[in-house]
């Protein structure tokens, strides 16, 4: 009796240091298999998005997750996943909610070719030689910036050998 007390109070301790925001205390991340949270970035009467991307204020919002630890699923500063970074950048942006997954973000935005990619087009990956399992922000001079398993939030370069042979396209969220 005297072990079983000790041990319920150890757990309540570990519990108690849990912190009670897991992510970030933005709104909560939409379910992976609906739409629902997708906001489209407005379109004007020529068809062409009126959002552009800020790149010097994405370039300070990429800095402040630069080295922020990898956890599936997250999308703050707590930890982050390769589609949860591009939710959370998008997100400090402009509010902008999109797809919380690299299929579905890889499968609603707009292509782009290779040699027209701007800064903060979508790089996609595929990691387990299926379909885009991985998601970057393109950062310019060949480089993207992605949540790695192992590394957390870093900068990579699309010339590096792995990146070159899993790359399977880009994706604009502008118009």
Known sequence: ????LVMLAVVVALVGCEPSIRY????????????AGYTE????DTGRSDFSVDTDRMRKIIGGY???SYRSGGYGKLGIDCS??????????????LPPKTKKLFN??????????????????SL?????????????DNKFVHASESRGVVIS????????????????VTG
Do not use: C, I
């Not at 009796?1 to 079983?4: D, E, I, P, Q, T």
């Not at 609603?108 to 990956?125: A, I, M, P």
């Not at 387990?128 to 310019?140: D, E, I, M, R």
């Open 1 to 4: 009796m005297k072990w079983f």
């Open 24 to 35: 970030s205390s933005g709104p909560s991340k939409p379910a992976a298999d609906t739409g």
């Open 41 to 44: 970035p407005k379109v004007s």
């Open 66 to 68: 630069l080295g922020t």
């Open 84 to 97: 949860g970074l591009v939710y959370a950048v998008y997100r400090d942006l402009s509010n902008l909610h």
């Open 108 to 125: 609603t935005l707009r292509r782009v070719s290779f040699r027209d990619l701007r800064y903060g087009d979508l790089v996609f990956f």
């Open 128 to 140: 387990n030689g299926k379909h885009a399992s991985h998601v970057g922000l393109y950062v310019g």
């Open 157 to 172: 370069s699309l010339a590096e050998e792995y990146y070159r042979q899993s790359y399977v396209g880009a994706r604009r």
